[in-house]
């Protein structure tokens, strides 16, 4: 049984582009979560996916977007970055989209914004 | 506006001696509550939970206790060893309140276990 994977580890990119941050949920999983952890901080819900369509979403704008495919995997995507949005992106998959006692999460995506 | 809030950002303690992290929590809506620890360049793992309906929850060496009252709860670590040193983070979640999908973390709080 495989984890919860994320790609890449590391990126770079500088404001006003736009990025793509990639999940693979656990196997058996068909709900995602995504969470961004801001240097110092806790992670902050971002939104959840579950069965391909939005089932919540944190107090982001919308230039956060989302996807979920047949195979549950999920994609981060983040438009007109700014200089604020320099954090770990982390994502966690569960059995359930109520199941936010059992997440599991991967080692997350370090991105920097210049 | 803080909904959790773990307020000791560092706690270090010596081996075999007992940890005791505690946060504060301000939504009467959470109901469950949830411990994860974080190393370096690893995602949270989950290390032990309290619903509301209990006060104590014990597994090991991890105890986790929850005044309601006081919208406080505390996770204890005895004894504490080199391995449990980590960023311990509290994370409720509302299972009534319809927003259990999602987890609200606290800071965390890095504990560090001196041999």
């Known amino acids: 049984e495989t984890g919860v994977t994320q790609s890449p580890t590391h990126l770079i990119k500088t404001r006003g582009q736009q990025v793509t941050l990639r999940c693979s949920s656990q196997?058996?999983?068909?709900?995602v979560s995504w969470y961004q952890q801001a240097l110092g901080q806790g992670p902050q819900f971002i939104f959840q996916?579950?069965?391909?369509?939005?089932?919540g979403r944190g107090n982001f704008p919308p230039r956060f977007s989302g996807l979920q495919f047949p195979n549950y995997s999920s994609e981060l995507n983040v438009n007109a970055l700014e200089l604020d949005d320099s954090a770990l992106y982390l994502c966690?998959?569960?059995?359930?989209?109520?199941?936010?006692?059992?997440?599991?999460f991967g080692p997350g995506t370090r991105l920097t914004v210049t | 506006d803080q909904q959790v809030k773990q307020n000791s950002p560092s706690l270090s303690v010596q081996e075999g001696r007992i940890s005791i992290l505690n946060c504060d929590y301000t939504?009467?809506?959470?109901?469950?509550f949830l411990w994860y620890k974080k190393y370096p360049a690893e995602g949270p793992t989950f290390l032990i939970s309290?619903?509301?309906?209990?006060d104590k929850n014990e597994d090991g060496r991890f105890t986790v206790f929850l005044n309601k009252s006081a919208k406080h709860l505390s996770l204890h670590i005895v004894p504490s060893q080199p391995g449990d040193s980590a960023v311990y983070f509290c994370?409720?979640?509302?299972?009534?309140?319809?927003?259990?999908?999602?987890?609200?973390f606290g800071k965390g709080t890095l504990l560090t276990v001196n041999p």
């Open positions: 966690a998959s569960s059995a359930t989209r109520t199941g936010a006692d059992e997440q599991y």
């Open positions: 309290i619903s509301s309906i209990k």
């Open positions: 994370a409720p979640s509302s299972r009534r309140g319809g927003s259990n999908y999602k987890l609200t």
């Open positions: 196997s058996g999983h068909n709900t």
């Open positions: 996916y579950y069965r391909e369509e939005e089932n």
């Open positions: 939504n009467s809506m959470f109901d469950y």
